[in-house]
Each structure stands twice: as structure tokens, then as C-alpha cells.
């Protein structure tokens, strides 16, 4: 039978105390600080309680200042071990986020791409920074509270235990209750509502996202305040949801609140009890009520772990299932060389997307020589891209195969295929660096030299020396000022430093007018005569100079210019 949730509480917990193993030594530092601080608290109420009574003559026994140097001398140590408890946890847990944000990226890295064409971009970003940081709570704030919760109570009832089992059976119930009971049903009972709210938290940010990223379009079609609308439901939902876990928290705080009241009335009235008696012993009902109370409220700041608790086991599991994610394809153990290109063939390939029903490409079949400039058309959804995907190896084919020269590309190397197949997206991301870092993405060790002369084959060179800071400038401050062609140019400049035996495009004339389309067209003409292009286009004019055209209807491809 399958469960509701990916990962059982318990899994989830041992999980991240196993994470948290590089940083052991500060949460040990930080949890023997918590120890020490609870019970420094509870000498302060217990020493200071002896103190009175001595100095009030209602008790004979030890010595008033004796009492009064251990209530002065615990009284110091409350705030230095808060202080060291403070300090170690948080640079452990800011440590450990810092690692984790890396690991996520480098899992991300893994799976990618087809992990992405599935997930919104604007959920994996609130995972991979406010669910990270959601777990800070967890480092920071829990494990020495897990130690103290289970340490502090059981002093407690030996100090209890000393003056009168009486006093034992009155709190064990109490601390069972608070310590044990109470939480454990306040996790099972709100973990559903943990989950929900960081989903739809997500879901949030990712709408504002992608609102951010295509805010020209809205405003140019109009559509302002329906967006608008659409990110008003979505935060309302939010807020419903946070409602609702508000309310959880709150009773959560609520009932060990009661109880811990009560735990005072009970000690009061085992108290009464004793002197009815006639075993009246007022220094012993005092002592243990004062130190009841500093344990119990020591106890009672569970409640307020276990609420937080809700929201970092929702975010851990959503970070381990991206983390537990298997990678659509795996790279093979002893690659192999598949020496200089000469043909790419398509062997009897099908291919349906995992959880889709309907194939996109069935017994698809069909060559590119070294040299070819080939273009493929198709209306939308008939699997171009799909085409390309498998190319590139984001997927591998259901049945049939791909060969670069007579080597399956699943006997290749990812890095062999990357730098032998390159591709142009419609759209060119620039990233937050300079010019020269954005085309050098391709070729990271590039020399200056090498990036200006890519960068006069794409034809951007006039454009990018007219700049002020020239291949220094940042796409920070440039990049929304760039027209689509120019960005294209940057993407084509990226291709022509790597060099690569294969060049797939994909509607890459799309933001060029006619003119600067014509002179794209002469450069890829002159500029790779001897390289193979493959091009998807709906414009028959960006197709001018392929030789061959395939079609691509009904899951079939077939050639219709030869």
C-alpha cells in the first residue's frame, strides 16, 4: 500500500541528523550549552527556593550562603551557555545550509534537464533557497532541545523523588504528557498542513516569477489585472493555509500550557495532602514547585520546536525527493571514442515521455551526413524538439537507437556529446557576468583572443566594441537593453567558440527581421561550410539554404527535399 508521504517522520529525522555530521562538533558544543543552561536554570529556582527558606529560618538545613553563591553562580551561567548555545548552532546551521544549497544545485545538475521540463523554475528556486533556509530551524533550534527535553525532566523527578515519591506520581504524568504525547500527536496531526503550505508557498513564487519575467507581455496584451487576480487567489490560498497551520501551532501551545498550570495545582495539592498527613515539609513542597516551574517551562518551548518542526520536515521532504530522484539517463562506465564525425543516424527511434500515455515518436528513422545542411518542419507538438532532446541525451529513445558515426550515443560521454553537438535555443539566456564570460560559457578556458574572434563570426563584435566597457560589460545592467537579435548573436558566438561537429538550431531566425535573417543565413553559409546543421523553422525563408528538409507528421518523419 502506498503512503501518503514520500518519507516516514522518523526517516526524515535521521536523515537530516545525518547530514548534519560535518557540523557534530559545533551542535555538540551548542547541546552540551542547551544541558548545561536548562539545568543552570533549574539550580537558579531550586538554590535560590533553599536560599529564602534558610535565610527565613522555615528550614535548618545547609548553609544560606552556600545556597547563595550556587544561585549567583547559576544565574551566571544561564546567559553564557544561551550565548555559546547561540553562537555554535547557528554557525553550524548556517554552515550546513551553505553545503546543502551546493548539493542541491549539483543533484539539480544530475537530473537536468528533463528533471526541468517537468517542475516550475520558480518552485525549484523557493526550494533551493527558502526550504533550505526553512531547515536552519531544525540545526539551530532542535537537537539540543531533543537532548534537554529528555534530561531536565528526569532531574527533575529525582529532585522531586527526594522529598516525596508523591511529588514523582504527580509530574511523570505531566512531563509524559508535554514531553512525548503532545508532540507527537501535534506532528502527525499537522504534517499534511507543513506540506501544503510550503507547496503552495512555492507555487506563489513561482507565479510572481514568472509574472516578473513576462511583465512586457502582460502589459502589452493587457492582461495586468487578471494576472493580478491570478496572484491574489494564489496568495489567498496561502494564506488559508497558513490559517489553518497558525491555528495548529496555537493550540499545539495552548493545551501544554494548561497542563503545565495544572502541574502546579497538583503540586499544591500533594502538598495539602502531605500536611494532612502530617508530614509537613514546606521546604520540600516549595523547592519542587519552583523547580517544577523552570523545568516546565524549559519543556513547554517543545511546543514551539515542534510547530517549527512542521514546516522543516515539509521542506526536507521536498528536497529529498529531488535529491532521491533518479537521472532520466545515466552516463556508462567506459565510454567510447567514436572518432571524427562522419554521419548521425536515427535507428528505428520511439520514444513517449515518462507518465504520458501517447508516444510522441514512433519507428522514426533517418541520416545526416558531415556536411548536411538539414532542416526539419513540423507543426506544433509533433516531437522537433523531441528530436533534439534525444540528440542532446536529455532522454534516451524507448526502442531503436541514435548512432554518432557507428557508436551509440549511450556509449558516449556526456562531455564527448556536448562538445560535439551544440545547440541554439529560440531564446539565449545571459547570465549575471560580463559579455566575455556569457560566450565563454562554452569554452570556459578561452583566451581573449578566442572570444573576439567567435564573437566577429556571429557578427556582434562592431556592437559589443561599441560599449563602453566592451567585453567587460556586465549583463546585469545590459542585459534587458538587448534586442532579441543581439542576444541571438551572443548565443551563436557561444557556438562558434566551442566549434562543435553538429549544430542544432531551433527557430533561431525567430527574433531577426528579414534583413538581418538574410545576413545570419550568409554567415552560417560561410562561416560552416563544413559543418553539419540541423535546423527546425516554421519560416520556409530561414530554410533557404537547407539541402535537405524532413517533415515530421504523425510521429513519422520523412524527407521531402532532397
Known amino acids: 500500500m502506498r503512503t501518503k508521504y514520500a518519507y516516514s517522520l522518523k526517516e526524515l529525522l535521521f536523515r537530516l541528523l545525518r547530514i548534519g555530521r560535518p ?248 502538598a495539602a495532602g502531605l500536611i494532612g498527613k502530617e508530614l509537613n515539609d514546606p521546604a520540600g513542597a516549595i523547592v519542587v514547585s519552583f523547580v517544577a516551574a523552570a523545568s516546565l517551562s524549559s519543556t513547554f518551548s517543545l511546543t514551539f520546536v515542534v510547530t517549527h518542526l512542521l514546516e522543516a520536515f515539509a521542506a526536507a521532504e521536498r528536497i529529498f525527493i529531488i535529491e532521491d530522484t533518479p537521472p532520466r539517463v545515466r552516463e556508462c562506465d567506459v565510454p567510447e571514442n567514436a572518432g571524427a564525425f562522419e554521419k548521425l543516424l536515427f535507428d528505428d527511434v520511439s520514444f513517449t515521455y515518462p507518465g504520458t500515455a501517447n508516444s510522441i515518436l514512433e519507428h522514426t528513422s533517418f541520416e545526416v551526413r558531415r556536411g548536411d545542411k538539414v532542416g526539419i518542419i513540423g507543426e506544433s507538438g509533433a516531437g522537433k524538439s523531441t528530436l533534439f532532446r534525444l540528440l542532446l541525451r536529455f532522454y534516451d529513445p524507448d526502442r531503436g537507437k541514435i548512432l554518432f558515426n557507428e557508436t551509440d550515443l549511450r556509449q558516449m560521454s556526456f562531455a564527448d556529446i556536448h562538445s560535439r553537438i551544440a545547440m541554439l535555443e529560440q531564446e539565449t539566456y545571459l547570465f549575471d557576468a560580463s559579455i566575455a564570460d556569457n560566450i565563454a560559457i562554452s569554452k570556459p578556458d578561452a583566451q581573449p583572443h578566442e572570444i573576439r574572434k567567435a564573437a566577429e563570426r556571429a557578427g556582434i563584435a562592431d556592437f559589443i566594441e561599441t560599449l563602453p566597457d566592451g567585453y567587460d560589460t556586465p549583463m546585469g545592467l545590459m542585459s534587458a537593453r538587448l534586442s532579441g537579435g543581439e542576444r541571438q548573436r551572443i548565443g551563436i558566438a557561444r557556438i562558434m567558440l566551442l566549434d562543435p561537429d553538429i549544430i542544432v538550431m531551433d527557430e533561431p531566425t525567430s527574433a531577426l527581421d528579414v534583413l538581418h535573417e538574410r545576413e545570419f543565413l550568409d554567415m552560417l553559409e560561410r562561416e560552416y561550410q563544413d559543418k553539419t546543421i540541423i535546423m527546425i523553422s516554421h519560416r520556409a525563408s530561414t530554410l533557404t539554404n537547407c539541402r535537405r528538409i524532413f517533415e515530421l507528421k504523425d510521429r513519422m518523419i520523412r524527407e521531402i527535399r532532397k
Open 23 to 270: 557540523i557534530r562538533k559545533q551542535l555538540i558544543i551548542s547541546t552540551l550549552a542547551s544541558i548545561f543552561g536548562s539545568l543552570a536554570h533549574l539550580s537558579l529556582m531550586g538554590f535560590g527556593a533553599l536560599f529564602l527558606l534558610r535565610t527565613a529560618g522555615i528550614t535548618s538545613s545547609g548553609s544560606a550562603v552556600l545556597y547563595g553563591i550556587l544561585t549567583v553562580f547559576s544565574a551566571v551561567i544561564i546567559p553564557l551557555s544561551r550565548y555559546m548555545e547561540g553562537i555554535y548552532s547557528h554557525i553550524g546551521a548556517y554552515g550546513m545550509l551553505a553545503r546543502m544549497r551546493v548539493h542541491l544545485f549539483e543533484q539539480i545538475d544530475r537530473i537536468s534537464p528533463a528533471f526541468m521540463v517537468d517542475r516550475k523554475k520558480g518552485d525549484i528556486l523557493n526550494i533551493a533557497v527558502s526550504d533550505i533556509e526553512t531547515l536552519e530551524f531544525f540545526f539551530g533550534h532542535t537537537i539540543g532541545s531533543m537532548f534537554t527535553i529528555i534530561l531536565i525532566p528526569l532531574v527533575t523527578l529525582i529532585i522531586a523523588g527526594h522529598y516525596h515519591i508523591r511529588y514523582v506520581l504527580v509530574l511523570l504524568p505531566i512531563f509524559i504528557l508535554i514531553s512525548v504525547i503532545i508532540p507527537s500527536a501535534a506532528l502527525w496531526l499537522g504534517r499534511d498542513m507543513g506540506i501544503r503550505f510550503r507547496e503552495d508557498l512555492g507555487e506563489l513564487k513561482s507565479l510572481i516569477l514568472e509574472s516578473v519575467y513576462g511583465i512586457r507581455d502582460i502589459q502589452i496584451f493587457g492582461q495586468g489585472e487578471k494576472r493580478l487576480h491570478t496572484v491574489m487567489r494564489q496568495n489567498e490560498q496561502v494564506n488559508q493555509t497558513a490559517h489553518g497551520l497558525t491555528l495548529h501551532k496555537e493550540a499545539v501551545s495552548a493545551v501544554p500550557d494548561f497542563f503545565v498550570y495544572m502541574a502546579r495545582i497538583l503540586i499544591t495539592a500533594a
